[in-house]
């Protein structure tokens, strides 16, 4: 499907009205199905869930999430789902249209049981025109909307709401356990926000626009991206560039994630003496990011640890 008809497509069905969809009970599983695209999606349902749910993830951390295959597997899964829930704005255009062609209509746009990060938070990074020249350009903004908790906070009191339609005897325990949810992540945010305090300004290098919504949360400073254009493998001219570049503005860290390649930001490394790090970017990214507090908690001390060690 074009990536510009996928996206009006959906966003027409984002606005539509779901006083006009009826809200239906799920049926008599044991449980709530959700089927994410992403791990933190997951992780998310799983928080305002709890016992009544079952969220599988269609992507793992070490995954990019841009390039998976529909597999037989995920559409027995979507199939099976009673709600969808995935980040969005094309970062799953090559594989969710697929599997929404084998879904229920209980899944498709317009459907209460179809949610969309992206269609609920303030995106970043929207170009003002759309040329495929310019690499691989999302048309609705940068999907990676996760990385700013705020984001949660605001796609988990809709997906409450959501859960609570489709399973309407069981909608007191979603929302109460929403605001349970939302009371400790706000006092998280606060937290993270406090520790994170120094690392406002600090220069920093990414492989990918990945983590546009961390660093635009931290008041971070991004300034160089190791792909010459989203979506493009580094190259050998665009690094001796950047390399140039960083020689008269240095940055502090350079970071990637669990799936991006390593050669690059090693190579950048080792040539500026800046440390390459990996954040976990989402959850399962490493040992220590088991959950959604986790992923926040060690996402801040390796920035933290990496800006003592420069010292």
């Not at 799920?26 to 695209?37: G, L, P, T």
Request: with cysteine; proline share 7%.
């Amino acid at each position: 499907m074009n990536i510009l008809r996928f996206a009006v497509i959906t966003a027409f069905f984002a606005v539509l009205p779901f006083s006009h969809i009826p809200a239906f009970a799920a049926s008599d599983q044991e449980k709530v199905k959700v089927f994410a695209c992403e791990p933190e999606w997951a992780a998310l349902a799983q928080e305002i869930g709890g016992d009544k749910v079952e969220a599988f993830s269609a992507t793992s951390a070490v995954q990019n999430p841009h390039y998976i295959r529909a597999r037989p597997s995920l559409i027995s899964k979507v199939r099976n789902a009673d709600l969808l829930l995935c980040s969005g704005a094309s970062l799953e255009i090559g594989w969710l249209p697929i599997l929404l062609q084998k879904a229920s209509s209980d899944l498709q746009p317009g459907s209460i049981g179809h949610l969309i990060a992206a269609h609920l938070v303030t995106m970043l990074e929207v170009p003002v025109v759309v040329d495929r020249s310019m690499g691989d350009i999302h048309p609705e903004g940068n999907p990676h909307v996760h990385l700013n908790p705020h984001n949660l906070m605001t796609v988990g009191k809709t997906l409450a709401d959501r859960l609570s339609g489709i399973d309407p005897e069981n909608a007191s325990f979603y929302k109460d356990n929403y605001r349970d949810f939302s009371s400790r992540f706000r006092a998280a945010i606060s937290r993270w926000e406090s520790e994170a305090a120094t690392l406002k300004g600090k220069p920093v290098v990414v492989h990918h626009q990945t983590f546009v919504y961390l660093i635009d949360w931290l008041g971070m400073k991004r300034v160089g991206t190791l792909e010459p254009k989203p979506g493009i493998p580094p190259t050998t001219s665009h690094l001796k560039n950047l390399l140039r570049k960083l020689r008269s503005s240095p940055a502090d860290v350079i970071i990637r994630t669990p799936y991006d390649p390593d050669d690059a930001s090693e190579w950048l490394s080792e040539k500026t003496g800046t440390r390459a790090v990996v954040l976990p970017y989402t959850v399962g990214g490493d040992e220590q990011s088991g959950d959604l507090f986790a992923l926040f908690d060690r996402t801040i001390a390796l920035l933290k640890e990496t800006y003592r060690v420069n010292r």
